[in-house]
């Protein structure tokens, strides 16, 4: 079942849409959510499976209500609102059991004062929930997220040929999906590293020869996938992907450096990378399995190849970080992130260190601490081009 309300009628509005505030109540079996806006929300509906989802796709919207008052209750075990891409947004609701809407409708709030998007949804048998998923015509990809992320903007500036050495710095998370949040003070992951993110390109930036540039440059949802895609388009030859999870254990603290690898060097890499994996999954993308290319020698030769350096650059990172930067035991490490995927660019995944500790959590929002990394981590991009032999030729 895929409901659309009626068109707007009055073209894009260049401003998001305000949902001002939200409410949900029900139990196991029925749940009403209701979300208001300041206008008319143009909106679409889809289901996924595993987890089993509800997905609502409205355009860019300043979501402004209070955390709790669209926390999760009766049917949906979680439910998460964000931006998606240029003009877009998404709330996606991840129900128990299996779940749908019996009404998906847009309503007036009266005149002048807004309209409010109501959902009512019920559980439904797994059967009939096959049936649904089987109707329904979305493709899973974000391509249909407003029909506007193509990202013309992106395309055309990404052809333009960069001078020197080129860096791609990656804000890990971004819009719907926060990331990890602050021990103390509920910081998000995705403000965190894009802060990061910024003041690394600048800093890369300033050095002879090195063009560092942005993944995403503001608060917006990028798949794993469409990451690694960004990078290769732009030409990337190095590829830094920033991230400051939470751990369970409260006392660990410090800066890792991780490269790709089919099988993790340990528990904690492993348990890291599938919590980054989700990201995809939060968005309420589905994600399909790798394609099989294991067959293609030349590919296999490049990807060893590109091993070789991802694992040289994280060394360097630490060379550089040593007595500097506080470090985990054993701070090199790998695991299978997908954001590291890229066969031919050798890319390093740098968690800064953990909000789920205090300490770590104060560095992490210190702006004096952020320029320090930045500048060790100029010097390792700097030792890494002499040691790959790459020249400083600007
Ligand atoms: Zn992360």
Redesign the pocket.
């Known amino acids: 079942m895929a409901l659309v309300s009626a068109p707007a009628g009055a073209g894009e509005a260049p401003r998001p849409l305000i949902a001002y505030a939200a409410r949900i109540a029900g139990d196991g079996a029925r749940t009403r959510i209701v979300i208001d806006f300041d206008r008319k929300p143009d909106f679409t509906l889809h289901y996924t499976a595993d987890p089993n989802r509800i997905v609502i796709d409205v355009p860019e919207t300043d979501f402004g209500f209070g955390e709790h008052d669209l926390a999760a209750t009766g049917l949906f075990g979680e439910i998460r609102y964000g931006r998606m891409g240029e003009g877009a947004s998404r709330i996606v609701m991840t129900a128990k059991k299996q779940a749908r809407a019996v009404l998906a409708e847009v309503q007036s709030n009266g005149e002048g004062k807004g309209f409010r998007l109501v959902i009512d949804c019920e559980l439904v048998t797994p059967e009939a929930y096959v049936a649904i998923l089987n109707k329904q015509q979305w493709t899973g990809s974000e391509k249909v997220v407003g029909g506007k992320t193509d990202r013309p903007n992106r395309e055309t500036v990404d052809k333009k040929p960069a001078d020197g050495f080129v860096v791609a710095v990656d804000a ?2 971004g819009g719907i999906d926060a ?2 949040k602050g021990v103390s003070t509920r910081t998000e ?1 995705k403000v965190i590293t894009l802060e990061f993110a910024r003041t690394l390109v600048e800093r890369l930036n300033r050095e002879k020869g090195i063009h560092a540039f942005l993944t995403r440059d503001k608060d917006e949802f990028i798949s794993l996938s469409e990451r690694v895609v960004i990078a290769r388009q732009r030409g990337a030859q190095l590829f830094i992907s920033l ?3 939470t751990l369970k254990q409260k006392d660990i603290r410090g800066a890792t450096v991780y490269t790709i690898s089919d099988k993790a060097s340990d528990a904690l890499a492993a348990s890291l990378a599938e919590r ?1 994996n989700l990201s995809d999954g939060i968005a309420g993308i589905e994600i399909t399995d790798e394609p099989a290319e294991v067959t293609d020698i030349l590919l296999d030769l490049t990807r060893r190849e590109t091993q070789a350096f991802s694992i040289r650059m994280a060394e360097t990172v630490l060379e550089s970080f040593e007595g500097q930067i506080g470090l985990i035991n054993n701070p090199l490490r790998h695991a299978g992130f997908r954001v590291l995927q890229a066969p031919d660019v050798p890319s390093v995944l740098l968690e800064l260190g953990f909000l789920s500790n205090p300490r770590d959590e104060a560095l992490l929002t210190d702006p004096e601490w952020r320029e320090k990394v930045a500048e060790r981590l100029a010097e390792a991009v700097g030792k890494y081009m002499e040691s790959a032999g790459i020249a400083r030729g600007g």
């Open positions: 890990g998370h990331g990890a992951e991230h400051a999870d980054e």
